[in-house]
């Protein structure tokens, strides 16, 4: 049994199929609000899944674009005009004039809505579904197209940066084994450069410490036989030779100490660079600085050359007559006695080099009583002695002088010196060992374990511990100020 359908036209515009017991059938622009809002959502949401590549096999040089049917003017003309409402035929009229024509507009009517709801009803209903559902389809297709065509084109991108990623690694593969080969061939030729400038420095080296040793050996045999020279002919004026006799030395001045200071001791200049240090503690006065032990007159010559008034005691009377060989103000005399027979105050200074440890514990008692005595306010008194805390020096400096009669400890010197007035005193050390006679420490290296590298932390500490003990400084100087 075929059922009946009627269109009732809402207070909107729009239409509802409703059925012949009024049940709703389906709502048109409802359907149209769904079907926009599914598409905005779609056109919207960007889509996780994409199907497998597929290589494109359309034409390269095609001018369409993505997106062109979801955005194309007809679909959005058929998304708007596909529910066009329908009007009922009306605006019947007939020409006849009268109770006829009237009869004539009435009948026209009444079989228009006859044919209306009997005939065409039904008809344009059911073209409007079809409208509805083909429209859909359209957009449906559309949406399909243009998302297929996005997946390809997003597909064809991540292959091509997933080739051009592969094309890069591999070029970054090789280009690291190029390098590796080039580092490597570097390296190799580095070290042959390095194993052949070390072993050239090496010859060098040996060249140079030969050629050095020597010059050294020439120059101590210059200074030995100066010095011996000097000495025979200081001798040779006091006691001529007879008969073509060698001269006798058997009296005169005894030069064996001087001899001894010309073999061990460094040439002059060195002595002269040495105390150059000293000079500077003093200031000028009218009163002079006293040299206790002038020896060859280093000192005495600098104090002359730095226009200060010095006078020089030595127990030697050949260090003396070295002395007045250079014009120096020197006198054979014993220092403590000198100290005690100069007035109080009379003197700038005193400084003593290499000497308290020639002296007996009350002989140094007495002298620094002396020179507090003797010594103006404010005016200095320096010693410097042998430093018997450097194994080096105490083996190899102190023991070598059969003269010296106590080593002196830093501390113990200047307690000497505090109980004799002379208390505001500051240590110097002084002479350092060479640098290449040092031990030398262990490198750290850059690859080396963090125990490895404390291992080698102890060890460098333990070795700095052992240069301080075997090669300490060699001299130390007590620089005391007399304020009594």
């Known amino acids: 049994m075929k059922s009946e359908r009627n269109v009732v036209t809402d207070e909107e515009g729009g239409e509802q199929v409703i059925s012949q017991n009024g049940a709703s059938v389906c709502d048109i622009r409802a359907i149209m609000a769904d079907i926009r809002k599914e598409i905005l959502e779609n056109q919207s949401t ?26 194309s003017e007809e679909l959005r003309h058929l998304n708007v005009h596909y529910a066009y409402p329908l009007r009922r035929p009306g605006g019947f009229e007939s020409h006849r004039k009268g109770i006829f024509g009237k009869l004539i507009v009435r009948l026209k009517r009444k079989l228009a809505s006859v044919l209306w ?5 039904e008809y344009f209903n059911q073209q409007k579904e079809y409208n509805a559902h083909l429209v859909r389809l359209l957009n449906q297709f559309s949406r399909y197209v243009d998302e297929r065509d ?14 051009i990623t592969s094309a890069i690694n591999r070029i970054d593969r090789i280009q690291g084994d190029q390098s590796a080969s080039v580092h490597s061939s570097e390296k190799r030729l580095r070290e042959q450069f390095y194993r052949e400038l070390t072993a050239i420095n090496e010859r060098v ?10 010059a050294a050996d020439l120059r101590e045999v210059d200074s030995v036989s100066r010095g011996i020279e ?5 001798a040779s004026k006091r006691q001529p030779s007879v008969n073509g006799s060698s001269p006798d030395f058997s009296e005169g001045p005894e030069y064996s100490y001087l001899l001894l200071e010309n073999r061990y ?13 000293y000079l500077p503690h003093f200031e000028r006065d009218e009163r002079p600085i006293l040299e206790i032990g002038c020896g060859r007159g280093e000192l005495l010559s600098l104090f002359r050359d730095s226009a200060m008034r010095a006078v020089g005691i030595d127990i030697d009377e050949a260090m003396i007559e070295a002395c007045h060989e250079k014009g120096l103000d020197a006198r054979l005399a014993d220092g403590i006695a000198y100290l005690s027979e100069v007035q109080d105050d009379s003197l700038n200074g005193v400084i003593a080099i290499q000497v308290v440890e020639h002296l007996t514990q009350r002989q140094l008692e007495r002298f620094f009583s002396l020179c507090f005595a003797k010594v103006r306010q404010g005016g200095k008194i320096i010693v410097e002695t042998i430093n ?5 020096a105490l083996s190899s400096n102190y023991f070598r002088d059969p003269t010296h009669i106590w080593p002196l400890h830093p501390d113990t010197l200047r307690y000497t010196m505090s109980l004799a007035g002379l208390p505001h005193s500051e240590v110097i050390f002084r002479s350092p060992v060479p640098e290449g006679a ?15 590298s404390l291992t080698v932390g102890r060890l460098n500490d333990n070795i700095d511990r052992l240069n301080s003990l075997l090669f300490g400084y060699q001299d130390y100087c007590i620089v005391a100020t007399n304020e009594r």
């Open 150 to 163: 996005a997946s390809n084109f997003w597909e064809l991108i991540r292959k091509i940066d997933v080739d």
């Open 388 to 392: 018997p805390t450097s194994l080096l």
């Open 117 to 121: 709801d009997g005939v065409l009803q």
């Open 205 to 214: 080296t040996s060249v140079q410490s030969v050629v050095e040793k020597h």
């Open 438 to 452: 040092l031990l030398k420490k262990i490198e750290r290296e850059p690859f080396m374990s963090p125990r490895w």
């Open 46 to 71: 960007d889509q996780a899944l994409s199907p497998s590549f597929q290589p494109s096999q359309g034409d390269p040089q095609s001018s369409r674009r993505a997106g062109e049917i979801v955005s």
């Open 230 to 234: 000097s000495i025979v002919s200081r």
């Open 265 to 277: 001791r460094v040439n002059e200049e060195t002595i002269s660079k040495h105390l150059e240090f």
